[in-house]
Structures are given as C-alpha cells and as structure tokens.
C-alpha cells in the first residue's frame, strides 16, 4: 500500500531535480503516464498538486540552506528556481510564518542552544523510543538538516558498517487502540535511507493479552540501498478486541534512514490491507498427514 507506481516515478524524478526546471507539461512523457492520470492520482494520493508538492520541497530544502550553508538568500532562491528573490521571500513566509533572513537567524541561535544542551546530556526524541534485537548498535536522534517538510526528521543508523542481517533496532511508539476499534487504519509516512542492507516501516496491532493480531512490517517490500524521500503507507484493520497500537521505522543491517510525515487514517474496506497474518498463507487444507510425501 504504497503510493501507485505513478505516483512513486513522480516523486523520485521530482527529488532528483529539484534544483532544476520541472517542466510540468513533459513531466508525465518522462515518467510514462498520460497527464490527466498523472495529473488525477498524484492529486489523489498526496492531496497536493505535481506543482505544489515541488513548491513544498523546495522551500523545505531552502529551510536546510538558510540554517547549514552560508549562500545568500539570492542565491537559495535562484538555485532552487524561483524566478525572484521576492517571490521566494513570500513563499517561503507563507510556510515558515517567518521572512528567510529572519528564519535564518533565529534558526541558527536556537541550533547553538541545542548544541550546548547536547553537549551536557542526550537529549531523548519525545514520544520515540529505541528498541529491537541490537539496540547498542544503533543510534537515533532528530536530525535539522535533512527533512520532508518543516524543520526536522528522525533518522535511526547504525553506528558501525555491518550487513549481519541478523541485527536490527527500530525507533517506535506505541498508543491505545481505543479510538480505532473496528475501524481500517491506514499509517503512512516519509522515508529516505542512505545505504541500508534493509528497512521499512512498520505498523502492529495487539489484543489485551499481548497478541499480535495485526501486522506489517514492509518485508515484501522493503527498502534497500540509497533513496531519496518517498511515501510508504500500511493498511490494517483494528478488530475490537484492540489495545494497543505501535508503530515505527525498522533498520537491519546497515545505513541510515529518515522518517517524516507520520499520519494515520480511517479508510473504507475498499482500501485493501497489507496484513502480513491473513489466513491466506495457510494452506486450504491439511496435506502429507501420513508423512508419505
């Protein structure tokens, strides 16, 4: 449950030149879709227009410029194709509530605080917590430089290069089901991974005695390598007997990824779930009962 392929095609060739002229018209013969289904889905899945979504990761990125490089703001505006220093100035007000030179400096003096902070104590990520098989391995934290959309992101690495598939760690969280009960779920979120053996996303649902009755985890579909950010969802169901809800992003191995954009979402049945316990992989019937086969 995915973005559709379309969708997906868009956002990678959108994020591999955001620095450069997007040229809607030719943008769906480069992706090999007609533009009135491009045009629709994309609409559809993000609920942004192709044209708004580009507006809202270039302002994204210039946020990064503006607090960890010391272009000017003429530059920043020009590098990421606004046609004037004006015009970027008022968008990027309309997103940040700040004008950039202004955004710039308080960004920065407040990074300085942080740093200081840090440099007494790690500083917890609210709400998240590090868990899985090889926690000691792993590090996660907020990361202010590289983002979807606002000002910050949450990346899990691995502090050593190892591709023993056997070591994973995972930042979650975890909430009460209540609100969700007998109701379609639908989480989706912002990944970006910067050479990992192996990861994904992940979404579980369990019963008052602990049970997981509803689970996962990307496995068919996880991400691997190094990819720019794209959107990722997971469908499940939440029967009645729910009590808890707990989610996050899973790394195996090796690399880095960054999360974003965390959302969750009632659906209706139409949505088809990406449970990973159906039934449907157990076989129809019992087989090789006299051990003959």
Known sequence: MEYSRATQRTIAYMEEHLSEEIQLVSLPKIVGYSRFHLSR????????TIGEYIRVRRLATAASYLL????????????????????FTRAFKDVYKLPPGKYR?????LSMMEEE???????????????????????FQVDEAVFHAGTKSGVLYAKEVTNNREHFATMMQGFQAHAYKGKRLKMSCY??????????????????TGDTIQFDN??????????????????????????????????IGAGKVWAD???FEEVDNKVPTTNMLTQEQLPKQPFNLDFSE
Not at 235 to 241: C, G
Request: charged share 20%; proline share 3%; hydrophobic share 40%.
């Open 117 to 139: 902070q840090a440099m007494n104590a790690q500083q917890p990520i609210k709400g998240w917590l590090l868990s899985g098989a090889n926690p000691e391995l792993y590090g």
């Open 261 to 263: 954009g965390f959302r």
């Open 68 to 87: 960890y490089s010391d272009e000017s703001i003429l530059t920043i505006a020009f590098e990421l194709q606004f046609q004037s220093q004006e015009a």
């Open 41 to 48: 889905i994309f609409k559809l899945e993000t609920g942004l």
């Open 105 to 109: 400096k308080l960004m920065q003096s």
């Open 191 to 208: 990944l970006k991974t910067a050479q990992v053996t192996k990861c994904g996303a992940w979404l579980r649902i369990d019963n008052g």
């Open 218 to 251: 990307m496995d068919n579909r996880s991400i691997q390598g190094t990819t720019e950010w794209n959107h990722y969802s997971i469908v499940l169901d939440v029967p009645e007997e729910s009590v808890s809800i707990y989610f996050g992003v899973l790394l």
